[in-house]
Nanobody, 120 residues
Framework: QVQLVESGGGLVQAGGSLRLSCAAS????????MEWYRQAPGEQRQLVGS??????IYAGSVKGRFTVSRDDAKNTVYLQMNSLKPEDTAVYLC???????????????WGQGTQVTVSS
């Protein structure tokens, strides 16, 4: 089995910073892309940032404020969030494209999410 577990969410004032982590564990052979999404109440899930092959992609609303990075030795992806705004309030979820040991295909796995609340 493969599990993704997010951590680092919480309550922060506008202008503050948070660093989220997402650690993958289990029978992992290779991890391809790792991504962060967020979902606010009543809204669709939105891609926040992605990292694959050393390249990163960001949603326009977070570009310049958020940074995605990864530590392949730890099978972990990070989301550094600076200059937070109330509109960043959401549940943040990570996903990864993972090839399990003994498999020749990649599958997507999701974490359970971590709440980020930004007060004004």
């Amino acid at each position: 089995q493969v599990q993704l577990v997010e951590s680092g969410g919480g309550l922060v004032q506008a202008g503050g910073s948070l660093r989220l982590s997402c650690a993958a564990s289990g029978s992992i052979d290779t991890i391809n892309a790792m991504e962060w999404y967020r979902q606010a109440p009543g809204e669709q899930r939105q891609l926040v940032g992605s990292i694959s092959g050393g390249r990163t992609i960001y949603a326009g609303s977070v570009k310049g404020r958020f940074t995605v990075s990864r530590d392949d030795a730890k099978n972990t992806v990070y989301l550094q969030m600076n200059s937070l705004k109330p509109e960043d309030t959401a549940v943040y979820l990570c996903t990864a494209l993972i090839q399990r040991i003994g498999s020749n295909t990649y599958s997507s796995y999701w974490g359970q999410g971590t709440q980020v609340t930004v007060s004004s």
